[in-house]
């Protein structure tokens, strides 16, 4: 059988002023994903993590192109459907949760409306199905008095009931995979953590798989099952979120690691050198080596391929840590 969801060497580009600037915002990215799994897309802002879940449902900008690779559902090759055909993939097979809900909630329809929509639309409800199911999810959203609230506007709830909003949105075609864009930026520690239990909780009810989207290390270790490491368009590293910890491979993994504050540590916090390089303009060889403390001479010169550890794991650098604990 194969995975539920497989990506294989997924090239996205922009395209500038008439064609005279090209950027390489995705460039070979390969990935997979089992029902019930959580996969963790991590990297710095502009790393080509959004970008590649906008590929995935096919909604990416103007100006950006699919120029190769391959995005199969079941063995389905999603890049090979017509507009009229990935519509009804969206919300039905495949969910998206962004970070910001009011970019995603319409202010001039009541909480019924754009919760009802999707199961209006994909599962065919009608009339007191569709009303009994709409409070059904509004309930597994942990929304109070979900009877009353679905007759309110967005700008009646909270931020974080806003996101769960969206979150009963996402669940209510009963997708099979949920991709979950940085859901809990604008969120307070404390909502953040009810809004991830949450996440865990219709995970295990529905089986539904998750692409979670983040920056932030702690939540990748609370969520996922496997993590992949985006740096300048490619995965310089995938391995199961614990060996990832424990035994990071890439030295940006290892970089990131060092950045992220330890508690009761009174030591200065780490920051990686330098900054992400121009997707316009990488450097030859391999992108990290700039900022990377482990560059060798090949390293400014030949960019290294993926090595595959086995198990899923992948490494792109010449020269793997080999470290047997990360400290």
Known sequence: MPPLLQVQDLKIYYSGFRGTRVVKAVDGVSFSLETGETLGLVGESGSGKSTTCHAIVRVLPPGARIV???????GEELLEKRPREIRAVRGRRIATIIQDPMSSLDPLFTIYDQVAEPAYYHRALRGRR?????QELLTAVRIPSPEARMREFPHQMSGGMRQRIVGAIAQAGGPQII???EPTTNLDVTIQLQYLNLLKDLQRASGVALIFVT???GIVAKMCDKVAVMYAGKIVEQQPVRDLF????????????????KLGSKEPLYAIPGQPPDPAALPPGCSFHPRCTHALERCWTEE??????????TVRCW????EAKHA
Not at 130 to 134: E, F, G, K, P
Not at 246 to 261: F, G, I, K, V
């Open 246 to 261: 424990y035994t990071p491979r890439h030295p940006y993994t290892r970089a990131l690691l060092d950045s992220m504050p």
């Open 130 to 134: 569709l009303r009994q199911r709409v």
């Open 215 to 217: 920056h932030n290390l």
């Open 179 to 181: 991709i979950a864009d």
């Open 304 to 313: 290294p391929g993926e090595e595959r550890l086995g198990d899923g794991r």
């Open 319 to 322: 020269l793997p840590l080999q």
């Open 68 to 74: 190769g690779g391959s995005v199969q559902l079941e």
